[in-house]
């Protein structure tokens, strides 16, 4: 499998750039590569398509931050575009081309069935719903066909007239050749008919906002940041074609106790002094709320990891669980009571007959350091 350009090496731009420096460098890259100032050439057909991934990207502010910390793993899960021809490519970035290549944004300049427009919700949802997922009840505002006109925006019995100006076209072509300008007629607005008498429900419009309660699945394993596509639930057509698409994009709550980082769960354990240096076995809590028990290793150092092997989030693929990883603090104890005071001299007093190797090296590196400190003064002394 070849491996993925960095987006910023495709547009030839440095992790600095601005959103007017990727947009000009997209532009002029897409004008270059263009299949139809390359017919044929199927290595400039994937450097078209690679230069539309990577400004799809870059545009993106968060898609960009989430590029920027994790590169191209950090794209799993998302919602992109399909960038499997040119035209596909000129419906999301076509307004950047001014009508060359006689191709035009999306809705605009073209007399056949156009999708609707797509629709973005953002929703909230804790770190369980993550982990487990969740159907959430939404209600949206969107448009759809109106019904007394059944979408064509005139009263009944009446009909839209062809435009004199386009001949119907919905747009007026300059030029000839591979460089052409295609402008949206003005006569009509790029439908190619006009409406002489318009609904009066929808008011020529064809389309009626109506808040619509839609049910959103939210798969297991869902992360912050992530865009889930449901199709055909975005807004509806203006002339006939299919409905848009209804972009959600998770937000997941912070936790109180766990953080997450990718699909392993952290949280900080503690523990006292005897189970660090005896051992033993301990309860944790999970994020479903189970108790979990852990054998604590004898000896275990604060600050040190133990790992609890597939306790964490699942992959939003669903082919691995994470692990939850735990912090372990070394808790000191306040308000000690006298037998525990009394315990506690007694291990000390141990200590000093039973020197660790980490604590015997520090000591050894101090005596070092002030022993010499001793021998360079008593040394100036004698010199003086």
Known sequence: MATKRCYYEVLSLTKSADADSIKVSYRKLAMQYHPDRNVGNAEAEVLFKEAAEAYEILRDPEKRQRYDRYGHAGMDGMAMPDFGNADSVMDLFGDLFGGVFGGAGKGKGRRGPQAGNDFHLGIEIDLIDAMKGVEKKVKIPRDVTCKACSGNGCKPGSTPVRCKRCDGKGVVIQGNGFFRIQQTCSGCGGKGATITNPCTSCRGAGLIQEHEELVLNIPPGVDDGVNIRHTGS???????????????????????????????????????FSQAALGGEIEIPSLDGKKIKFKLPAGIQSGEEAKVTGKGMPSLRGTRMGDLVLHVRLETPKNLTKRQEELFRELSELDHKHISPHRKSFLEKLKGLFGQSESDSSKDNKES
């Open 234 to 272: 975005g807004e509806a057509s203006r002339n006939g074609g299919p409905p848009g698409d209804l972009y959600v994009q998770i937000k997941v709550k912070k936790h109180s106790f766990f953080l997450r980082n990718g699909a392993d769960l952290h949280c900080e354990v503690p523990v006292t």
